[in-house]
């Protein structure tokens, strides 16, 4: 995708499953997003959200406002908010693109320590 930053290459992560939240491949710090929030996929060279029957939702902005969103594919500049945190899907597709990169499909990755707070467990690569 040209003049998006970062800069991801879709066919890395085509067909893989990421999860969205406290506990997954694409961490959000935030106490209201769920442990495993939402799945980001691409599938066919587009970008696919699905909330994982999250507690306080996954939400997209249609025609100017915050709407909860179910599941469905996304445009990458789009904006998410998940947890109370915005991203744009780009910057998830990142994230994901780098731990695809370093992944080598069955790697258990542990939550390391952040400075005053707990490892709150391991996930699995998908």
């Given at each position: 995708m040209k003049?998006?930053?970062?800069?991801?290459?879709?066919?890395i992560i085509e067909g893989r499953s990421f999860i969205i939240?406290?506990?997954?491949?694409?961490?959000?710090d935030s106490s209201t997003a769920s442990k495993q929030h939402a799945e980001l996929r691409v599938i066919d060279g587009r970008v696919h959200l699905r909330d994982l029957k999250s507690t306080n939702g996954t939400y997209l902005v249609k025609d100017r406002a915050w709407v909860r969103f179910?599941?469905?594919?996304?445009?990458p500049r789009q904006n998410v908010a998940i947890g109370g945190k915005i991203r744009m899907v780009m910057e998830l597709?990142?994230?994901?693109?780098d731990f695809a990169v370093v992944d080598d499909g069955d790697t258990e990755i542990e939550i390391m320590e952040e400075p005053g707070r707990r490892a709150n467990g391991a996930c699995t690569g998908r």
């Open positions: 003049n998006n930053k970062p800069n991801v290459n879709l066919e939240g406290r506990e997954g491949h694409i961490y959000i179910d599941r469905g594919f996304v445009d597709l990142a994230v994901a693109n």
